[in-house]
């Protein structure tokens, strides 16, 4: 786990490979304004996991309430986290994530059969579909960490076997949907993201000019700075530097 930072907590939950260090560039911007935790997703590959890693974090270190950023994937884990202890959640930020609705393609749900055989297919085929912004900083954590091919394909599984709608219907939580431009995200379709407008009273929405499903990666001073003053606006009883 990765944690710096000063001010209101705010926890970072990576996409779909899982090591945090994907979401790096966005980690660090944000340390600039908050208390950061960014975790790694753990290798069971549900949901209910994931938040009780994250709470089981959050109560290690005192920290009654905090920001749940997820990015990707990590925002099925955010609005889980929302919907079932919003007792601990002063805001949810959701960056580029499956939205209500959402079914995998076709060959990636072929993929799911055999993924110690196919998993590699995925991993080839993703830095073509992201080569317009693909940062070098995943790169480098694609080249030093260890990824578990079975565990992606169990939060595959996850995307549509979870009821997302549900769990934003009881999410009360100010909430920020943040996406990428609709023609530079090839990987989550911006209207697909967009559901959480429509299912999340109150919901938000921020559109990162010029990039992809990358934004917060690529644009990651941008990206904080967009956190940083829905977060100032939506809790106003948290000083955000």
């Keep these: 786990m990765f944690e710096r930072g000063s001010g209101p907590a705010l926890v970072v939950i990576p996409g779909f490979p899982g090591p945090w260090q994907f979401a790096a560039p966005a980690v660090h911007a944000l340390s600039a304004h908050f208390h950061v935790l960014a975790m790694s997703l753990g290798a069971e590959g549900t949901l209910e996991g994931e938040v009780n890693r994250i709470v089981a974090c959050l109560d290690q270190r005192g920290i009654d309430r905090a920001v749940i950023c997820g990015i990707s994937f990590g925002g099925l884990i955010a609005a889980r986290l929302a919907a079932t202890h919003p007792e601990r959640t002063s805001a949810l930020v959701l960056v580029s994530s499956p939205g209500p609705g959402t079914r995998l393609r076709a060959r990636h749900r072929f993929y799911l059969r055999l993924p110690w055989l196919f998993g590699p297919l995925?991993?080839?085929?993703?830095?073509f579909r992201l080569r317009r912004e693909l940062h070098w900083s995943q790169i480098a954590a694609l080249l030093t960490t260890r990824i578990s091919l079975s565990a992606m394909a169990r939060r595959a599984r996850v995307i549509?076997?979870?009821?997302?709608?549900?769990?934003?219907?009881?999410?009360?939580?100010?909430?920020l949907v943040v996406t990428g431009e609709a023609r530079l995200d090839p990987v989550?379709?911006?209207?697909?993201?967009?559901?959480?407008?429509?299912?999340?009273?109150?919901?938000?929405?921020?559109?990162?000019?010029?990039?992809?499903?990358?934004g917060s990666v690529t644009r990651s001073a941008?990206?904080?700075?967009?956190?940083?003053?829905?977060?100032?606006?939506?809790?106003?009883?948290?000083?955000?530097?």
Excluded: M, W
């Excluded at 995925?122 to 830095?127: A, W």
């Excluded at 549509?160 to 909430?175: H, K, L, M, N």
């Design 160 to 175: 549509e076997s979870t009821d997302i709608a549900a769990d934003c219907r009881r999410i009360v939580a100010p909430t």
């Design 122 to 127: 995925f991993l080839i085929e993703t830095p």
């Design 222 to 241: 941008e990206f904080a700075e967009v956190v940083r003053t829905f977060v100032a606006r939506s809790a106003p009883h948290k000083e955000v530097a």
């Design 188 to 214: 989550v379709p911006v209207a697909n993201t967009l559901e959480y407008l429509r299912a999340i009273p109150g919901a938000q929405h921020a559109v990162l000019q010029g990039t992809g499903h990358l």
